[in-house]
Nanobody, 122 residues
Framework: VQLQASGGGLVQTGGPLRLSCAAS????????LGWFRQAPGKEREFVGR????????DYADSVKGRFAISKDNAKNMMYLQMNSLKPEDTAVYYC????????????????WGPGTLVTVSS
């Protein structure tokens, strides 16, 4: 099982960016797929998650209304559309499978792929 995030780059404040997460397959016991991010010197934090069962989504308060998660089951892809980006969104973004517990807790996720760096210039 592998996950690969891509699509990061340098963007100006207020601009959009779309990240992709390629999944090698859906694990049997996973509940969904999630996005996390980690800024320099900070802990990894929850961004959002999409559930397999009904494609429902949940977001951190800091990105609600600006970010949107979607998935394409046929392509085994998940996307993070980021709009109205702010300098504080600068971080390495990761995707992972959600297996257990609360959706916003890092320890409930496994199969973390390499992250992709998003830099928002002010």
């Amino acid at each position: 099982v592998q996950l690969q995030a891509s699509g990061g780059g340098l963007v100006q404040t207020g601009g959009p960016l779309r990240l992709s997460c390629a999944a090698s397959g859906r694990t049997v016991n996973s509940i969904g797929l999630g996005w996390f991010r980690q800024a320099p010197g900070k802990e990894r934090e929850f961004v959002g998650r999409i559930a397999w069962r009904d494609s429902s989504t949940d977001y951190a308060d800091s990105v609600k209304g600006r970010f949107a998660i979607s998935k394409d089951n046929a392509k085994n892809m998940m996307y993070l559309q980021m709009n109205s980006l702010k300098p504080e969104d600068t971080a390495v973004y990761y995707c992972a499978y959600h297996f257990r517990g609360s959706k916003n807790v890092v320890t409930g996720y496994d199969y973390w792929g390499p992250g992709t760096l998003v830099t928002v210039s002010s």
